[in-house]
């Protein structure tokens, strides 16, 4: 098991709330902090008290309401101001104050941003480590120092970079993390550094690397090959300009790759969830391609892929999906072959291994679809409404569509209003139904329902969550082919896709929402005509 031997400390709720865009309450900061303790990670920080009022309010509530079994909270702030008292300094109490059991103090290490930044003399900024490390350890915080810039200010002036860290550990720092705070850093010259560094200071030393290059999580677990024992990073990569190093990749990369256990319990199979989790409080939109934790992380497309994964689905896979809580996908395309709809079938618990014919079919017409435009890539739900009319030899379905129809009016004060007309049988029985709604598909949507629902009550359930059109290529101006997608939920916690392309837009949306309506059906348990 992990213990203080290594820390895995999470920045999530402070640096990579600095990303653009993102903007955390107290209320999600808190909820953030149980996903990342169920993770396992051994420290949270939690923000800036005393600097940010919504962070001073975090440690507040975090007293009472939050209860961590894994993780320990951790405060943010700086080293006292120049020529100040630590005891005086009005950011030093607030640290206090804020009860964190850990406090993280960043510290200038470049001899230039001292100068420049801080405008003080280097020897002050020596004495505003030492001060401030000493005074919170005195007052019963552990502490930890972020060196700020640290490889930039060790290649302008070595002597003086390491000098910062002796002075922080000591004054009583148990780390000192080495921060690429620009992000520049290349993973071999960075390792070098880090050996250099704790050769000379003989201090333990820990990790924070941004992203700028592409090399965040490179930089980190290189940097633990040469010898430090704290990593620091970010919820997927979050974090200003191009993000801090994905703790995801570093974690699974440490504990899957290199065999060293630096989470506390089973957290890891669950990282999958907890990413996802995160990206639903944050309303970033989770990355699909995301090392170990992505949608796409594990899907496979190419027919050739496919027939090597049905020999053995290690064969182009570098873990097992499972262990980071995620799953392999096959992919349906114009790039598939009989293996691949054989694997997909299998997926969506169709065993197709001993109907040649239909998997040929199945083939053939996917492959015609998606010259006329389809994708089947994000649409599993229409993929299997066409697996299941070619096993069954016909098409079946729930309900028929006599015909639709949709007006878009604006009225006098401006006010644009559309109202839908569906003429559908169901069980036998014709069904004219009229909705209304803020655009031409929401108005079918609401009409279709309507039809159908006192047949088929389970309906009331179903939610259009997403709604994406795209104008396909070769295609120009308002006559091009386009493609919708729709993404449905409903009770069950569920959520599919479904696919219609069409030279209309409202066309393709009909076709869409229909196949989704059917595949909503068929997941409640009704059995097509």
């Not at 930039?152 to 148990?174: F, M």
């Not at 090399?215 to 970010?234: F, K, P, Y």
């Not at 089947?376 to 569509?401: K, M, N, P, W, Y």
Request: charged share 25%; proline share 3%.
């Amino acid at each position: 098991m992990p213990d203080d031997q290594f820390h895995v400390y999470d920045t999530t709720l402070r640096d990579g709330a600095q990303q653009e865009g993102l903007n955390l309450t107290v209320a999600d900061k808190l909820v953030i902090a149980r996903h990342l303790d169920r993770l396992g990670v051994g420290f949270i920080e939690g923000g800036w008290p005393g600097a940010i009022p919504k962070d001073t309010e975090f440690f507040r509530r975090a007293q009472t309401e939050l209860q961590l079994r894994h993780a320990t909270l951790a405060a943010f702030g700086s080293t006292r101001k120049a020529g100040l008292a630590a005891a005086d300094d009005p950011q030093v109490a607030a640290l206090r104050e804020s009860r964190a059991p850990v406090v993280t103090l960043v510290a200038k290490s470049h001899d230039r941003h001292v100068e420049l930044a801080l405008r003080t003399t280097l020897e002050e900024n020596l004495a505003m480590i030492a001060d401030t490390v000493r005074h919170l350890c005195a007052e019963g915080q552990r502490v930890f120092l972020d060196a700020e810039h640290f490889f930039d200010g060790y290649k302008a002036n070595p002597a003086y970079a390491v000098e910062c860290v002796r002075a922080a550990a000591e004054a009583g720092a148990s780390v000192i993390a080495l921060c690429d705070t620009n992000g520049g850093m290349m993973p071999t010259e960075l390792g070098d550094i880090v050996r250099e560094v704790a050769l000379k200071s003989g201090a333990r030393l820990g990790i924070h690397c941004h992203d700028d290059t592409g090399c965040g999580v490179a930089n980190t677990l290189v940097a633990v090959e040469a010898g430090v024992s704290h990593v620091q990073g970010t919820a997927n990569g979050y974090g200003e300009r191009s993000g801090n190093a994905n703790l995801f990749s570093v974690v699974a990369g440490l504990q899957l790759k290199k065999g060293q256990v630096v989470l506390e319990g089973e957290g890891i199979t669950e990282m999958t969830r907890i990413a996802h989790a995160i990206s639903e409080v944050t309303n970033v939109t989770p990355d699909t391609h995301q090392p170990y934790v992505g949608l796409s992380a594990f899907a496979h497309k190419a027919g050739l892929h496919a027939s090597a994964i049905r020999v053995d689905p290690m064969l182009y896979q570098h873990i097992d999906p499972a262990q980071v809580g995620n799953d392999m996908r096959m992919l349906v395309s114009d790039m598939a072959g009989r293996a691949s709809v054989e694997l997909k079938g299998r997926e969506l618990g169709f065993d197709l291994s001993g109907d040649k014919e239909v998997i040929g079919r199945v083939t053939d017409k996917v492959k015609e679809l998606e010259a006329r435009g389809y994708s089947f890539e994000a649409a599993d739900a229409s993929f299997e409404l066409l697996l299941r009319d070619e096993l069954a030899g016909e098409r079946r379905r729930h309900f028929t569509v006599e015909s639709w129809r949709v007006i878009v009016e604006q009225r006098e004060d401006g006010a644009v209003t559309s109202e839908a007309t569906v003429r559908v049988v169901a069980k036998g029985e014709r069904v004219v139904a009229v909705g209304e709604g803020n655009g031409p598909v929401n108005a079918l949507d609401r009409a279709l329902r309507s039809a159908l629902e006192q047949t088929f009550p389970e309906l009331a359930t179903l939610e259009l969550t997403d709604y994406k059109v795209r104008i396909l290529e070769g295609s120009a101006g308002t006559g091009a082919i386009t493609r919708v997608l729709i993404e449905s939920s409903d009770a069950q916690d569920g959520t599919w896709s479904t696919v219609g392309v069409d030279e209309n837009v409202i066309s393709a949306s009909w076709h869409a929402l229909e196949e989704a309506v059917t595949y909503g059906l068929l997941r409640a348990g009704r059995v097509p005509e």
